[in-house]
């Protein structure tokens, strides 16, 4: 495994928090299958000190008084949302893979590379006008964010911001996403 910092770190936050970001990122080949390099946060959410610094800089990036809730995309989004969302005061709710909310849910299904993903929310989970604030930990391709996104609007909800740690830039998730604003803390 190797670090994956850089001098040169980029994201939309600045230098500072994207070299921070990027030296608690650790890069392992061929997992979960060969060719993939897979970029390990752990080591970000292990370091108390650098996690609660990311944190903050997401909730200083959005304000603390801009959305009503934090949405977290499974399953490493749950971390981040819990996070903001106790750090501000607001609730958080999951969306989850289908099948895992015991209530009834509005449910989107989309394409991945491999076959078909579907997503769900409670939908009782926001109310009209509820303002939302959408996090993960890696922002790829874009489609689960798109499905999550358009879920969240479905279920009533209002996405006022959306913000991942990691952006893999050349994967182009961040144009899928146009023209909704995405707030990545490092893009490699």
């Known amino acids: 495994m190797t670090e994956t910092h850089s001098t040169a770190a980029r994201g939309d936050s600045g230098p500072e928090v994207a070299r921070l970001v990027a030296s608690r990122v650790l890069d392992v080949p061929d997992f979960p299958k060969p060719g993939v390099m897979f970029k390990d946060l752990m080591p970000l959410f292990a370091d108390g000190k650098v996690f609660r610094e990311v944190i903050d800089g997401i909730v200083e990036y959005h304000g603390r008084d801009a959305f ?15 996070a903001i969302a106790y750090a501000t005061g607001v609730g958080v709710v999951p969306v989850r893979k289908a099948g895992k909310l015991p209530r009834p849910a509005h449910s989107v299904s989309y394409e991945l590379e491999y076959g078909e993903a579907t997503l769900e929310v409670h939908e009782d989970a926001f109310t009209a006008g509820h303002r939302v604030l959408v996090v993960d930990d890696v922002l790829a391709t874009g489609g689960t964010a798109e499905a999550t996104l358009d879920l ?10 959306f913000t991942v740690l990691l952006e893999l830039g050349f994967l182009g998730g961040r144009e899928r996403l146009t023209p909704r604003p995405v707030h990545a803390l490092l893009t490699v």
């Open 68 to 82: 009503d809730v934090v949405v977290g995309i499974e399953a490493r989004g749950f971390v981040v949302a819990a």
């Open 152 to 161: 969240v609007e479905r279920a009533g909800g209002t996405v006022t911001g």
